[in-house]
T-cell receptor, first 116, second 113 residues
Framework: GAGVSQSPSNKVTEKGKDVELRCDPI?????LYWYRQSLGQGLEFLIY????????KSGLPSDRFSAERTGGSVSTLTIQRTQQEDSAVYLC??????????????FGPGTRLTVL | KNEVEQSPQNLTAQEGEFITINCSYS?????LHWLQQHPGGGIVSLFM???GKKKHGRLIATINIQEKHSSLHITASHPRDSAVYIC???????????????FGKGTLLTVNP
């Protein structure tokens, strides 16, 4: 079956512009995560959605970052007034609803964001 | 001090060698993941474990909860094993967000033919 997909694969934008990154999780997966990986840095948790529960936004670095998940499926990560330090690969992952909250996660290919 | 420490940061091996990558963490966890990231490629989940040992093909992952330590072993290493290996743990935070997934900085493994 299809894995996690993300679009666009690459995004170049100018400082100060808003960007939207999209994630399509695996069908039936109720948990969805956003991470980012800056050049030379490790992965950083951003936000987590689980079903209809309120999202865990504790990893969002500033109020310029927001995310929503419509219909419990597709998610959009929005970065407003982008800054150069926002340049990174943004990764989305999903996991199945069965068993533990800490289930295996399936990662998308990522969106490489470059802010000029 | 990082809450999740991996060692070594870089590892170069010859094909066929036995590889060990280590991960230590500072606070209580509920589960630990080992992930693999190929250059320019996506991330693949290798293992998730909360106790004991798991094996998949040439890969073995162990965890010692008391010592707050996990190891990833690769037997009979091959050049296609060359990748970044990342340890990720659900660390106890307390409060509303009880656990948070925290990543190590990764170990870059290069296996030469």
């Amino acid at each position: 079956g299809a894995g996690v997909s993300q679009s666009p694969s690459n995004k170049v934008t100018e400082k100060g512009k808003d960007v939207e990154l999209r994630c399509d999780p695996i069908s039936g997966h109720t948990a969805l995560y956003w991470y980012r990986q800056s050049l030379g840095q490790g992965l950083e948790f951003l936000i987590y959605f689980q079903g209809n529960s309120a999202p865990d936004k504790s990893g969002l670095p500033s109020d310029r970052f927001s995310a929503e998940r419509t219909g419990g499926s597709v998610s959009t990560l929005t970065i407003q007034r982008t800054q150069q330090e926002d340049s990174a690969v943004y990764l989305c992952a999903s996991s199945s609803p069965s068993g533990s909250f800490y289930n295996e996660q399936f990662f998308g290919p990522g969106t490489r964001l470059t802010v000029l | 001090k990082n809450e999740v420490e991996q060692s070594p940061q870089n590892l170069t091996a010859q094909e066929g060698e036995f590889i060990t990558i280590n991960c230590s963490y500072s606070v209580g966890i509920s589960a630990l993941h080992w992930l693999q990231q190929h250059p320019g490629g996506g991330i693949v989940s290798l293992f998730m474990l909360s106790s004991g040992k798991k094996k998949h093909g040439r890969l073995i992952a162990t965890i010692n909860i008391q010592e707050k330590h996990s190891s990833l072993h690769i037997t009979a290493s091959h050049p296609r094993d060359s990748a970044v290996y990342i340890c990720a743990v659900w660390l106890w935070r307390g409060g509303g967000s009880n656990y948070k997934l925290t990543f190590g900085k990764g170990t870059l493994l290069t296996v030469n033919p």
